[in-house]
């Protein structure tokens, strides 16, 4: 009867010390090392209540996630890097600068940024064509799809 009481008592114990750790955790914001021509798609994270609560922002989130798809391959094939966050801010690393990036408009968007040219930032979900285009004029690589 003992051990049954004893491993509850750990097992609590540990799953307390697991929720504490989270609780007092900082989050690290990922970090994006930038070689080249480089795309950052960033959404806010949203839990499946939120995104059931709000048709609008499943949606998007579902707009959002179908164009990086999409993207993806054409990027590749020009030597564009693509990635996709989810999260309030991310980190920038070009050269020896290290920036951090907390979206001032929407927390919707995509950043695009390429070594020794300001950044540029686009707001609000893009279809596959616009995200492309913006590359194409940007990068001043060939649009491709």
């Known amino acids: 009867m003992k051990r049954p009481i004893l491993i ?39 839990t499946k209540t939120e995104l059931q609560k709000d048709p609008d922002a499943n949606e998007a989130l579902a707009d959002f996630q179908v164009y990086a798809n999409s993207v993806r391959e054409p990027l590749k094939k020009s030597g564009i890097e693509f990635h996709e966050i989810y999260a309030h801010s ?24 390429v070594p020794g040219k300001k950044p540029r930032i686009e707001y609000g979900v893009m279809t596959d064509v616009g995200l492309l285009e913006i590359a194409h004029e940007y990068f001043g690589t060939p649009a491709q799809k």
């Open 8 to 46: 509850f008592i750990g097992v609590s114990a540990c799953l307390f010390c697991l929720q504490l750790t989270r609780l007092f955790a900082v989050a690290t914001p990922a970090t994006i090392v930038v070689h080249g021509p480089t795309i950052v798609a960033f959404f806010p994270p949203v």
């Open 90 to 113: 991310f980190q920038v690393h070009r050269g020896n600068t290290v920036t951090t990036f907390r979206p001032s408009k929407a927390q919707v968007g995509y950043y695009f940024v």
